[in-house]
């Protein structure tokens, strides 16, 4: 029986095909989208510092598109401290779902661009893809559930062809009670805020360790040229 997940199931022909403008508009939107909120978010001390809710939910499809610029971990604690943890999580895990739904359609448009031909059919790619495939469902469980770096998936689950409600689903379960066991957790020990922030910079470095590396290793090679 043929395996629609492969990805050798895809035409190559379909891939140098030109997005359509209603594509183009909806990537377009979508990006503008997160760029407002995270320019709202970064320019409004009032905004970062309130315990409205719906700046929690705002919050998490910020941390949550793509290769999440901003960590969820601390403003999630932060929250938990204000309201019911169950609460708390459902709101959170709401923004979360719109933020993958847009990941799904961000990353096929891009990775259906001829630029990303060569990638989507490298050996390592296609390694990668059909190990995802074996047991796609319980890997998206357990990223989404464990500290496990997440944004990876959410680029393989548009090479492999995995279909959007598994995978919402599978985000779904699993991230609910990460949530709620994060919101659990500032509600019980009402962590303090230096504390919050401190844990928001250290992830921030933590996440962002490898371009640091990449920029550092630039300048050296640079002054070497120099000199």
């Known amino acids: ?21 209603i594509m183009v508009l909806i990537f377009i939107l979508e990006v503008s989208l997160i760029a407002a909120l995270l320019v709202l978010w ?4 009032s905004i970062r510092q309130s315990k409205n809710l719906w700046v929690l939910f705002f919050y ?25 943890p169950l609460k708390v999580a459902f709101i959170t895990v709401a923004g979360t779902l719109i933020a993958e739904m847009i990941n799904y359609s961000v ?4 990775t259906n661009l001829k630029l990303f031909y060569k990638m989507r059919y490298n ?17 998206l469980i357990v990223a989404g559930l464990t500290p496990v770096p997440f944004y990876p998936f959410r680029f393989l689950v548009v090479l492999a062809h995995y279909p959007l409600h598994k995978y919402i689903l599978a985000v779904f379960l699993s991230r609910t009670p990460r949530y709620y066991l994060l919101a659990l ?11 919050l922030i401190a844990l928001f910079i250290i992830l921030i470095l933590i996440a962002n360790i490898s371009l640091l590396r990449n920029v550092i290793k630039k300048r050296r090679g640079t002054e070497k040229n120099v000199l």
């Open 1 to 21: 029986m043929k395996n629609n997940n492969n990805l050798s199931a895809v035409s190559p022909a379909k891939l140098e095909e030109a997005p359509s403008k």
């Open 42 to 45: 970064l320019s409004s001390e």
């Open 60 to 84: 998490s499809l910020l941390s949550n598109f793509l290769i999440a610029l901003v960590p969820h971990e601390p403003v999630v604690l932060y929250f938990g401290k204000f309201y019911f």
């Open 123 to 139: 050996k390592f790619t296609r390694k990668t893809v059909k190990l995802f495939n074996k047991a796609p469902f319980i890997a």
């Open 185 to 195: 957790l500032g509600y019980s020990s009402k962590i303090p805020d230096y504390l």
């Open 107 to 110: 990353f096929k448009f891009v």
